[in-house]
C-alpha cells in the first residue's frame, strides 16, 4: 500500500460553451437523453463508458448491495445527481448516503459519504484533481475510491479529522477496505470479468 498527495489538473473540454444558472441546467437535464454534469455555470457532455468500466461499476455496486440491504442507507449508481449548493452537480459511478434528509429529492443527493470514480482515460486526471477538490467541500463525504481500469488498482482517500484528506492505494490480490461503510472487497472479486492489460 503507498501513500499520495492529490494535485491540481486541467480541467475537460466544455460541452456547451455558454454560462448556465443551476435551474437553467436542471431544466436542461430533466428531459435530456444525453447525461451532463454541471460546474460553475459550465455543463459537461458526458461520454459512454467502455466494458470494462461497465462491469467495474455493477461489481462495486453489486458488493455494497449485498453488505447494505439491511440498511438505512442507500447506494445509487450513475443515474442520480450529488450536489453541492449552486457549485456543481456530478453524476458519480457510485455513492452512499445514510443521511435522512437525501430522502427528500429522488434526483439530486446532497449528503454522500462514500464516493467511487472507475477512471476513463479522458476523465483520469479530472477525477483526480477538480473533481476531487469539488467533492471535498461536501462535509459528510468520508471517503473517495478511485478505480483504475486496466489493472489491479483502488485508491481509497479518507477524511481524517487531524490530518485532513489521506490516500491509501491497494493492489494486486489485496482486499479494499471501505471504512466508510465497513465493507471489504477482495480485487480479485472487484475485477471479476473485467478484461486487463497485459503489463
Avoid at 22 to 44: I, K, M, S, T, W
Avoid at 88 to 102: E, G, K
Wanted: hydrophobic share 40%; proline share 5%; with cysteine.
Amino acid at each position: 500500500m503507498d501513500v499520495a498527495i492529490c494535485g491540481e489538473v486541467d480541467i475537460p473540454m466544455i460541452a456547451i460553451p455558454a454560462g448556465f444558472s443551476p435551474q437553467e441546467y436542471l431544466a436542461l437535464e430533466h428531459d435530456n437523453a444525453v447525461r451532463h454534469e454541471y460546474r460553475y455555470g459550465l455543463v459537461y457532455a458526458m461520454a459512454g463508458g467502455s466494458d470494462s468500466h461497465s462491469r467495474l461499476s455493477i461489481n462495486v455496486l453489486t458488493e455494497i448491495n449485498l453488505h447494505l440491504r439491511e440498511s438505512d442507507c442507500q447506494f445509487f449508481s450513475g443515474d442520480v445527481k450529488v450536489n453541492y449548493a449552486d457549485d456543481f452537480f456530478y453524476y458519480p459511478d457510485a455513492f452512499v448516503t445514510c443521511d435522512p434528509r437525501d430522502l427528500e429529492d429522488r434526483y439530486i443527493k446532497r449528503y454522500p459519504k462514500l464516493i467511487v470514480e472507475v477512471l476513463s482515460p479522458s476523465t483520469e486526471e479530472f477525477d483526480r484533481g477538480i473533481k476531487f477538490e469539488d467533492y471535498q467541500h461536501l462535509a459528510s463525504l468520508n471517503e473517495y475510491v478511485l478505480i483504475a481500469q486496466d489493472h489491479r488498482q483502488v485508491e481509497c482517500w479518507r477524511r481524517s479529522p487531524q490530518d485532513g484528506w489521506q490516500s491509501v492505494v491497494y493492489e494486486g490480490d489485496d482486499a479494499v477496505v471501505l471504512e466508510s461503510i465497513g465493507l471489504t472487497i477482495p480485487l480479485t472479486v472487484l475485477y471479476q470479468g473485467v478484461t486487463l492489460s497485459a503489463a
